[in-house]
């Protein structure tokens, strides 16, 4: 049995907050999640998908509906969908502010932390569930999540091509039907914006050029700008951050984008299979994207995720920073079973000083090869930053 990492601090905020905010991609298996929580959690709760014609129009009277409830877990599905809902939850709450009156779901995290921080300031914790991470399966699973990714329904198929098919369906209504039932305003054609999907793909990992994204789709700068937003908004793509906090030396300040799930964007590369993947030109963006999802999923709130590349191409893939004065720690991901580290980034290590260095790569074992740079197996990746446990 799959057991979410999230789970527990879900019942914990419950426990301590009038109302929960969790946000994540489609699919991801957020409703799963809510109502597993919700079957051994004490209270008695009632599920209510604002995507269902029939449980939208129980809250035509949202008031007559919910003050019979008050003694029960309201679930709220998709709860972006009914913006005016919010107001009425915070004076609900103000009436009888007691634990785990509402919990409520979305995709969009934007447009749902925006109502719910306007309507439930200081009244509502936040937490984000991401696709299956490799924490929460058997470690025999690594390969087939990279391959597939970790959507539920993609990594779990016991047959590949109903996998690849998923995916496929997927990223088809995600685009033509899912963002507009967010509430998107979207003016171009799916088929435009898979186009910037598939072209995003071949880039992975790389440098953001708007320009070179608005040539190459005839699509205005401003407009490229606005899809890309959506995209990051609804979880499709990471946009990371440079670094540059007191930094001497000039760097790159252009974001890098990937596809957050690996099994996303090898549909939209059309790798099928794994020696498809291992003969890929993106083998080595893939890897980093994959690594990158499972480390910035479960680390600490108090660390912001960044790269650095210096204007003459010295990199380092990660940086995780907490606190001014906190020293960060630094993270390369290698696709080898014997990583080799470039000068850049010893220079780059000079340069942050940081508290501790990992090279992220596929090997069974980890191993020091400095006092403060270790070779870390992708199965104990939770030791960057104390995160999860090492997996068996």
């Known amino acids: 049995m799959i057991k979410r990492n999230l789970e527990q601090k879900l019942v914990k905020s419950l426990e301590q907050n009038p109302a929960v905010v969790l946000t994540g991609p489609r699919q991801a298996g957020k409703t799963t999640l809510a109502k597993m929580v919700a079957a051994s959690f004490p209270k008695e709760s009632i599920y209510l998908d604002l995507e269902d014609t029939e449980d939208k129009r129980k809250l035509t009277e949202p008031k007559l509906f919910l003050e019979r409830l008050t003694d029960k877990l309201v679930i709220i599905d998709e709860a972006q969908i009914i913006p005016e809902l919010f107001p009425l939850l915070r004076s609900m709450i103000d009436v009888d502010r007691k634990p785990a009156r509402f919990l409520l779901l979305g995709s969009a995290a934007p447009s749902l932390e925006r109502q719910s921080n306007q309507s439930l300031a200081g009244r509502v914790a936040y937490h984000n569930l991401s696709p299956l991470l490799l924490s929460e399966l058997d470690v025999s699973y690594m390969n087939k999540l990279w391959l597939q990714g970790g959507f539920p329904l993609s990594v779990l198929a016991e047959d590949e091509d109903f996998s690849i098919q998923w995916r496929k369906n997927f990223i088809r209504l995600y685009l033509g039907y899912d963002l507009r039932l967010m509430g998107y305003d979207l003016r171009l054609e799916p088929t435009v914006l898979e186009e910037i999907l598939e072209l995003m793909a071949h880039y992975q990992g790389q440098t953001l050029n708007v320009n070179s994204i608005s040539s190459a789709i005839k699509l205005s700068r401003p407009s490229v700008t606005k899809y890309l ?52 030109k993106t083998l080595g963006a893939s890897w980093e994207s994959f690594c990158l999802e499972q480390i910035i999923a479960q680390i600490d709130d108090s660390f912001s995720p960044y790269y650095l590349r210096t204007s003459n191409k010295q990199e380092v893939d990660l940086v995780l920073k907490s606190g001014v004065k906190k020293p960060p720690i630094i993270v390369e991901f290698k696709y080898s079973k014997s990583p080799k580290l470039e000068k850049g980034f010893y220079a780059i290590k000079e340069m942050l000083k940081p508290q501790k260095c990992y090279v992220v790569y596929p090997g069974k074992e980890s191993y020091p090869i400095s006092k403060d740079i270790e070779i870390l197996s992708i199965k104990d990746i939770g030791k960057i930053c104390n995160m999860s446990p090492n997996l068996n």
């Open 229 to 280: 937003n959506i995209l990051k908004q609804t979880f499709m793509i990471r946009m990371l951050r440079p670094y540059s906090t007191n930094l001497k030396t000039q760097i790159v300040k252009s974001p890098k984008f990937y596809i957050r799930d690996t099994g996303i964007l090898h549909n939209l590369l059309k790798i099928n299979n794994f020696d498809s993947l291992l003969s890929s």
